[in-house]
């Protein structure tokens, strides 16, 4: 079946720009993820939803960072004014539920902020 | 004490050779651990779970050390197709807090 998908793949932008990221999870996977990942780290955690509850969000960096999933399924990251700091790979992850051992990772946004 | 640490490597290990690493973790709370694996421009893979009473799957071993809080990671006779970054995952209430990642390379 279909994987975790995410769009764009590649997202070039300049400074000041807003930004929409979305997720595509895989079908009927309750949890779903963001991560943010610089080149050599390790996935950093963001926010993750139960359906369209968002459970926690005291990874977003700062406010210009926003997550929304209304419906329980896509997920929209959003990054107002951008930064050049903003430039990372983006990765969405899903889960079968918050207990669920795997998360099946997207292949990832990568933006970059001129 | 950082909330999951890894030594970053790279290992560089001839083919064949076994190969362990740990993952030091501060919250004494948490109850689940995992290893992933991520390739080269790739997105990251479950590659085990780490249960109390260890793990082992062919050729991966996976303990717990709930005392001096960390897991490890052995990987024996170890393939070219090993060569990869693993990283070490903490889940933290309801944060899932991922290590920088080991970087393993195996040599012919």
């Known amino acids: 079946g279909a994987g975790v998908s995410q769009s764009p793949r590649y997202k070039v932008t300049k400074r000041g720009q807003d930004v929409a990221l979305r997720c595509d999870p895989i079908s009927g996977h309750v949890s779903l993820y963001w991560y943010r990942q610089a080149l050599g780290q390790g996935p950093e955690f963001l926010t993750y939803?139960?359906?369209?509850?968002?459970?926690?969000k005291s990874g977003l960096p700062n406010d210009r960072f926003s997550a929304e999933r209304p419906e329980g399924s896509i997920s929209t990251l959003t990054i107002q004014r951008t930064e050049q700091r903003d430039s990372a790979m983006y990765r969405c992850?899903?889960?079968?539920?918050?207990?669920?051992?795997?998360?099946?990772f997207g292949p990832g946004t990568r933006l970059t902020v001129l | 004490r950082k909330e999951v640490e890894q030594d970053p490597g790279p290992f560089n290990v001839p083919e064949g050779a076994t190969v362990a690493f740990n993952c030091t973790y501060s919250?004494?709370?948490?109850?689940?651990f995992f290893w992933y694996r991520q390739d080269c421009r790739k997105e990251p893979k479950l590659l085990m779970s780490?249960?109390?009473s260890g793990n082992e799957d062919g050729r991966f071993t996976a303990q717990l050390n709930r005392a001096s809080q960390y897991i490890s990671l052995l990987i024996r006779d170890s393939k070219l197709s090993d060569s990869a970054t693993y990283l070490c995952v903490v889940p933290w209430g309801d944060k899932i807090i991922f290590g920088k990642g080991t970087r393993l390379h195996i040599l012919p």
């Open positions: 919250n004494s709370a948490s109850q689940s």
């Open positions: 939803f139960n359906y369209e509850a968002q459970q926690d």
């Open positions: 780490v249960y109390s």
């Open positions: 992850a899903s889960s079968l539920d918050s207990s669920s051992n795997e998360q099946f």
